[in-house]
C-alpha cells in the first residue's frame, strides 16, 4: 500500500460519508471518480451488515483503476470465502494472477467463477472482461466476448455498455470499425439514461482521438450542462483546451477539477502533468509546493518539484530533492525519474550518479536522441572520452545528425584522444553549422597545431578568423585571443619576416595582459 497515513486519513473521511450504498461505490467508479468511490467502501467495509468480501473486491477496482496495484492486491486477498462458493472470491484470484502476468492461472479462476454463477451472472462476466483490459490491455477478444455475454444477460445495463465501448476502441489499431462500434455502445447508453454523463464524456474522448478538438468541447460542455460539479469534466476539457493551445481555459479547468475533489492527490497531479506540459514551470513548482504542505511524502508532488527546479536551473535544489527520492524505502521509478535525476547530476557535476542515471533512461528509451546527446556530453565530463566519442556516433547513426554544440563536445574528445584528422573535420562542420562563433575557430586552430609541420603555420586562418570575431567581445575571450595574437604575431616574425606588423599584432596581445611573456620574449628579438 502507498502510504498508510493516507488509507487512514480515507477512512477518516469514510467514516463522515453516510447513507450510501454499494450501487453509489459502483456509479462512482462508472464515473471514475475513484477517490469517492474508495470513501463510499471504506464506510461499508466498517457496516457490520455489508458483504465485507464483496466490499473488499471493488475496493481493490477501485485502487487498481487509480494506479495502486499493490493496494489493489491486498483487498484482492481479503475477498477469499472459505466455502470458494463465492464467484467474485475466484475473479479476485484471477485479477491477482493478472497483475503477475499469470494468464493461464487467471483463466483458470475466471472458468471457476463462471462456474460458481452458474453462467448466468450478468455481473461476473462483466467483471471477468473487465479485468482483461483494466487498467491494462492484456486480451482485448477475452474483453469484448465477456463483455457481450454480460450484456445478452443485461442488456439495460449501462456500466456494461461502457466497459464494452471501451474494450472496441482498445482494437482501433486494428479493426477500423472499433471507433463506430465505440459510439454506438455510449450512445445506447445515453438512450437508456439521459442524464449519464459519463456516456457524453467517452463519445468527447473519441473526437480527441479523431483530432476533432472543437467538437470534443462541444461534447464536453453537453456532459457539463448534466452535472457542473462533476470532476472529470473539468480535466476533460483541460485537456481539449490544451490540444487547442487555448492555455488559460485549459488552467482554469484544471484547477476545477482540483477544488472539485478536495483530498484527491491525483487531481492536483492531473494539474502538474499539464502545466508541465505547457512549460509552466513556476506554476508546477508552486502546486507541487502547496500539495506537500498536506503530503509531505506524495512521490508523485516531489517527482514534478524535482522537473521544475530543473527546468528552471535550480540545480542543486532538484539535485539534492532528486536524490532523496532515490533513497526512499520502496520507492518505484518511472522513466522520467531518471532522466531528470540524471540531468540534474550532470549539470551539478555529479557525474558518477549522471552517468548510472543515463544508462537506466536509456535502458528504458534507446532511441531518445536528446538523452544520447545528453548522456554523451556528460561522458565527455568525467573524462570518459573514448565512451563520449562513442555515444555521438551512436546518435548520428540513429538520429541522423548532430547538434552544434554535440558537435563542439565531439570534437572536444577527438582532440583529447588525440584523434587530430577526426577533430579537424569535427570543428569544420561545427564552423559550417555556427559560423559566427568563435570557438570554432579557435579549437579548429589548437587541432592544426598536431597537423603537419609547425613551420608551415596551418593553424593561421582559424586563428585570424578567430581574432576577427572574438576581439569584437572584448575582454570576454581574453585568454584565447592572447595565444591567437602570439601565433599571428609569431607568423609575421617568422615566416613574413614583417617586424613591423609583429610588433603591432604582440602589442595587442599586450593590452590584454601586459605581462604576457610570450609576446614580451618575442618583442626583445625585434630590433
Known amino acids: 500500500m502507498k502510504n498508510v497515513i493516507l488509507v487512514a486519513l480515507t477512512l477518516f473521511i469514510a467514516a463522515h460519508v453516510s447513507g450510501q450504498t454499494l450501487q453509489d461505490a459502483q456509479r462512482e467508479m462508472d464515473n471514475e471518480n475513484y477517490f469517492k468511490a474508495k470513501q463510499v467502501l471504506f464506510k461499508l467495509l466498517n457496516d457490520g451488515t455489508s458483504n465485507k468480501s464483496e466490499i473488499a473486491y471493488y475496493l481493490g477496482n477501485a485502487y487498481l483503476k487509480s494506479d495502486d496495484a499493490d493496494s489493489a492486491t491486498i483487498f484482492y486477498k481479503m475477498v477469499n470465502d472459505p466455502d470458494a462458493k463465492f464467484a467474485l472470491n475466484y475473479v479476485a484470484k484471477g485479477r491477482i494472477s493478472l497483475l503477475q502476468k499469470n494468464k493461464v492461472d487467471a483463466k483458470l479462476n475466471f472458468d471457476k467463477a463462471l462456474q460458481y454463477s452458474k453462467f448466468k451472472n450478468a455481473t461476473i462476466y462483466f467483471e471477468i472482461g473487465d479485468a482483461y483490459f483494466r487498467p491494462v490491455a492484456i486480451d482485448v477478444n477475452e474483453a469484448i466476448k465477456n463483455l457481450k455475454a454480460a450484456q445478452?444477460?443485461?442488456?439495460?445495463?449501462?456500466?456494461?455498455?461502457?466497459d464494452l465501448g471501451d474494450?472496441?476502441?482498445?482494437?482501433?489499431?486494428?479493426?477500423?470499425?472499433?471507433?463506430?462500434?465505440?459510439m454506438t455502445q455510449y450512445q445506447n447508453a445515453r438512450g437508456i439514461n439521459k442524464n449519464l454523463s459519463i456516456a457524453w464524456i467517452k463519445e468527447g474522448r473519441l473526437d480527441v482521438r479523431g483530432q476533432i478538438y472543437d467538437q470534443a468541447i462541444d461534447v464536453f460542455n453537453k456532459a457539463l450542462q448534466i452535472d457542473q460539479n462533476y470532476p472529470i469534466v473539468h480535466k476533460e476539457l483541460g485537456e481539449a483546451y490544451y490540444l487547442t493551445k487555448n492555455y488559460d481555459k485549459m488552467i482554469s479547468e484544471f484547477q476545477k477539477y482540483i477544488d472539485l475533489s478536495p483530498g484527491d492527490t491525483k487531481a492536483r497531479v492531473g494539474l502538474l502533468e499539464m502545466l508541465f506540459r505547457n512549460k509552466a514551470y513556476d506554476r508546477v513548482a508552486d502546486e507541487a509546493t502547496k500539495g506537500l504542505k498536506n503530503s509531505p511524502n506524495n512521490i508523485d508532488y516531489l517527482r514534478f518539484l524535482i522537473y521544475a527546479n530543473y527546468e528552471l536551473k535550480r540545480y542543486k535544489d532538484g539535485s539534492d530533492a532528486a536524490n532523496n527520492l532515490f533513497s526512499l524505502n520502496g520507492f518505484k521509478a518511472k522513466p522520467r525519474d531518471y532522466i531528470y535525476a540524471a540531468r540534474l547530476a550532470g549539470a551539478t557535476g555529479d557525474t558518477t550518479r549522471a552517468m548510472n542515471y543515463f544508462k537506466v533512461a536509456l535502458s528504458n528509451d534507446s532511441a531518445n536522441c536528446d538523452l544520447i546527446g545528453e548522456y554523451a556530453k556528460v561522458l565527455f565530463s568525467a573524462k570518459h572520452y573514448d565512451e563520449s566519442v562513442a555515444q555521438y556516433a551512436l546518435k548520428k547513426a540513429k538520429c541522423n545528425e548532430l547538434k552544434t554544440l554535440e558537435l563542439y563536445y565531439l570534437g572536444r574528445a577527438y582532440l583529447l584522444l588525440d584523434d587530430s584528422i577526426n577533430a579537424d573535420t569535427t570543428f569544420a562542420d561545427f564552423i559550417a553549422k555556427s559560423p559566427t562563433t568563435p570557438d570554432g575557430y579557435y579549437w579548429r586552430a589548437r587541432t592544426n597545431l598536431k597537423i603537419g609541420k609547425a613551420e608551415d603555420f596551418g593553424s593561421l586562418p582559424y586563428y585570424q578568423k578567430y581574432i576577427e570575431i572574438a576581439a569584437a567581445a572584448g575582454t570576454k575571450y581574453k585568454d584565447n585571443l592572447i595565444e591567437a595574437y602570439d601565433y599571428v604575431g609569431a607568423y609575421y616574425l617568422i615566416k613574413e619576416k614583417d617586424k613591423a606588423k609583429a610588433k603591432e599584432t604582440f602589442n595587442k596581445a599586450l593590452e590584454l595582459d601586459p605581462n604576457d611573456e610570450n609576446a614580451l620574449e618575442f618583442l626583445k628579438s625585434i630590433k
Open 167 to 182: 474494450a472496441y476502441l482498445e482494437n482501433s489499431a486494428t479493426d477500423p470499425q472499433a471507433g463506430g462500434l465505440a
Open 152 to 162: 445478452d444477460l443485461d442488456g439495460k445495463n449501462t456500466s456494461i455498455m461502457l
